[in-house]
C-alpha cells in the first residue's frame, strides 16, 4: 500500500506535444533491417514490451528519446548493436 500511495503522489501527468522529438506518449515507427515495428515510449511503471510499450529507461527508449525523424540509433543488446531508423513519430 505504501509503494502505492508513494507512486499516486509522485505521479506526474504528461501531456503530450508534437513537438517533433520522441517522447514519453510518441508513438514511434522505426525500420529494423528490413522490419517495420511501432511502439510507443511509457514511463517505467507502464512498460509491456508485448502490448508495444516501450520504457524510457529501457535501452532502446534512452536510445529514441528526443530524437527526430529520419534519425538512426544504434542500441547494444547481448547479441551485437542493432541499428534502428525512426521513420515517424506520432
Do not use: C, H, W
Request: hydrophobic share 40%.
Amino acid at each position: 500500500i505504501l509503494e502505492l500511495e508513494n507512486l499516486l503522489n509522485n505521479a506526474v501527468v504528461v501531456e503530450e506535444k508534437q513537438t517533433g522529438l520522441a517522447q514519453i506518449g510518441s508513438t514511434i515507427l522505426v525500420e529494423v533491417g528490413s522490419d517495420k515495428e511501432k511502439f510507443k515510449i511509457v514511463g517505467a511503471e507502464e512498460a509491456n514490451p508485448l502490448e508495444g510499450k516501450i520504457s524510457i529507461d529501457s535501452p532502446l527508449g534512452k536510445a529514441i528519446l528526443n530524437r527526430t525523424k529520419g534519425t538512426m540509433v544504434e542500441v547494444p543488446t547481448p547479441g551485437g548493436k542493432i541499428r534502428y531508423k525512426i521513420l515517424k513519430i506520432e
